[in-house]
């Protein structure tokens, strides 16, 4: 067991919840254990074991680090931990590597989606890299660096990485006018569910900043397999979902509920560019899709396995592939 570092050397619990005296802290769940990190306590310290919300640890990092730390300790999993944020602003890259457990949260615990903020600390770092299966990030907002991605999800079997099944959900992707991703896949994560986030203001003042990025990686290709992209919004950004070069794409995924805007400092020039994929067959629903509606407006089905585009509302209804109602009823050509 890690060294506690407390001034009472025992575990009081808290009055009214059963178990909460156990040497692990409160926990959320039989195996998991909760961990508190908040900069702006006095009493933060990353030399804390971070179970005690009145001595949490300094740096999200560490937490990571400590979870990692329990579960070589206690000999088992600790899936289903949660790293709670407190304080208003965090500036570090952190890891989540493949030795972390699995099917564990971040979650920021501020006023609204936009508390606590997390910046990188450098402009060619990435805020979060998840490397590890399962895990949520709720509740941030990702002030997302120049020259990198306020999240990278990889996945591939020649770098031992696996963000199978990552979560990112209730987030706030801001660029500020200077950023490059606000997600990138790099590899092919598959069944991520990128749920009721907002990004905004990816710009390079090139052309090449994105939303969404899949990357054209080195270690091989990548197309992200079976995943969710469901009730976010993009709004004043270079591209929204895509690749620059259209070789890497989306295959069997969901696209619902959407709001693609034409922006009102910045009209991108991709708004959901599926073409890279290696399989295609997607699904693209319920969406609101501004701008022309065609694939020089930048909207674009896989060529050999489309897949569906019915049922998203279009305002260009002088689009064949529109009805008068403004209904799709065809893949943009």
């Known amino acids: 067991m890690l060294p506690q570092i407390r001034l009472q050397p025992w ?11 156990v040497q692990r802290g409160l926990r959320w769940g039989t195996s998991g254990i909760v961990l508190y990190v908040d900069p702006d306590n006095n009493f933060a310290s990353d030399a804390a074991d971070g179970t005690d919300p009145e001595n949490p640890l300094v740096t999200i990092q560490q937490a990571v680090t400590t979870l990692i730390a329990h579960q070589t300790a206690l000999a088992q999993s600790l899936q289903g931990s949660v790293i709670v944020l407190g304080g208003m602003a965090y500036t570090e890259t952190v890891t989540i590597p493949a030795t972390a457990p699995n099917y564990c949260t971040i979650k920021g615990m501020g006023p609204s989606s936009h508390r606590p903020t997390w910046a990188s600390d450098a402009a060619a770092n990435n805020c979060l890299t998840v490397q590890a299966e399962g895990w949520t990030i709720q509740g941030i907002e990702f002030n997302c660096p120049a020259s990198a991605a306020g999240i990278r999800v990889e996945e591939h079997t020649v770098n031992g990485t696996n963000a199978y099944k990552t979560i990112i959900r ?6 500020l006018w200077s950023g490059l991703y606000g997600i990138e896949f790099y590899g092919a994560p598959h069944r991520v569910q990128i749920l009721n986030n907002w990004f905004v203001e990816m710009n390079q003042g090139d052309d090449s900043a994105f939303c969404i990025m899949i990357t054209d990686t080195a270690v ?38 959407n709001i693609f805007e034409t922006g009102v400092l910045l009209t991108p020039t991709i708004y959901l560019d599926l073409r890279g994929g290696s399989r295609g067959e997607n699904i693209v629903t319920g969406n609101t899709f501004c701008g022309t509606y065609s694939i020089a407006g930048g909207y674009a089905a896989h060529a050999a396995n489309p897949g569906m585009w019915v049922g998203n509302i279009a305002e260009d209804v002088a689009s064949p592939q ?12």
């Open 11 to 21: 575990y009081p619990g808290q009055m009214g919840v059963p178990g909460s005296d």
């Open 170 to 175: 209730d987030c706030v992707f801001d660029g």
């Open 220 to 257: 091989g290709p990548g197309n992200p397999y079976q995943c969710a992209i469901i009730g976010n919004r993009f709004s004043d950004s270079d591209n929204y979902i895509g690749n620059l070069a259209s070789i890497r794409g989306f295959n069997v995924s969901l696209f619902r509920d």
């Open 322 to 333: 529109v009805a008068d109602n403004g209904l799709t009823i065809a893949v943009p050509v």
